[in-house]
Each structure stands twice: as C-alpha cells, then as structure tokens.
C-alpha cells in the first residue's frame, strides 16, 4: 500500500512563508498529475493549484496566483507547494491529492491526510 504523507504546516505570520510537501510513502511510485486543495473554516474545500507530469503545466487559483507555486520532485515521488506573502485568508487545512500509480498498478487517486496552516500575528 502506499499512502502520501504531508508536512510543513504549522503557524506563520502575515506575510511569511511556508514550504508543504506531499510524500509518497513507497519508494516506488509514478506521479501523473499533483494537486493541492485547502479548507478554511466555514468554507468548502476549494482547488488551489495543480501541476501535471511529465509536462510540468501548473494552474492556480486567483487568490494565490504570484503567491503560491507548486512544483514536483519526481526521483522522490513528493509534491510541494511553496506559499509566500501569507495572508490570514489563507489559513485553511490544505490537502494533497496526487494522481499515479505504484508498478503494475491501476491509475487512482492518492489524498494526503491534511495539514493545518494557521496565519496570524
């Protein structure tokens, strides 16, 4: 089986930073396309970014465009989302979710267990 792990949440000032990663738990592992959402309290969950491989094309929503940028690591199997100029509306539970497949498997979807980013002074 293999599971994706996130981390690098955590609480930040207005206007900081924060790296998240998105890690397969397997070594082997084929990512297809790599996606993060978030949830803010009393909202619905909302898609925030995407990058698809092997093309690298990445989408954002206009709330992080010039702010966030997700990337990939393939040889590590790992998603990032690079988050800048944090804002208190940015606080939510962000989610990955990670398209692929482990050899000699089905394609299917892959979420991560969440993680909290909190911005506040």
């Known amino acids: 089986q293999v599971q994706f792990v996130e981390s690098g949440g955590g609480l930040v000032q207005p206007g900081g930073s924060l790296r998240l990663s998105c890690a397969a738990s397997?070594?082997?592992?084929?990512?297809?396309?790599g996606s993060w959402y978030r949830q803010a309290p009393g909202k619905e969950r909302e898609l925030v970014a995407t990058?698809?491989?092997?093309?690298?094309?990445?989408n954002y929503a206009d709330a992080v465009k010039g702010r966030f940028t997700i990337s990939r690591d393939n040889a590590k199997n790992t998603v990032y989302l690079q988050m800048n100029s944090l804002g208190p509306e940015d606080t939510a539970v962000y989610y990955c979710?990670?398209?692929?497949?482990?050899?000699?498997?089905?394609?299917?979807?892959?979420w991560g267990q969440g993680t909290q980013v909190t911005v506040s002074s």
């Open positions: 979710k990670v398209v692929g497949k482990v050899p000699f498997g089905g394609r299917r979807d892959y």
């Open positions: 990058i698809t491989n092997p093309g690298g094309a990445t």
């Open positions: 397997r070594r082997s592992f084929s990512i297809d396309t």
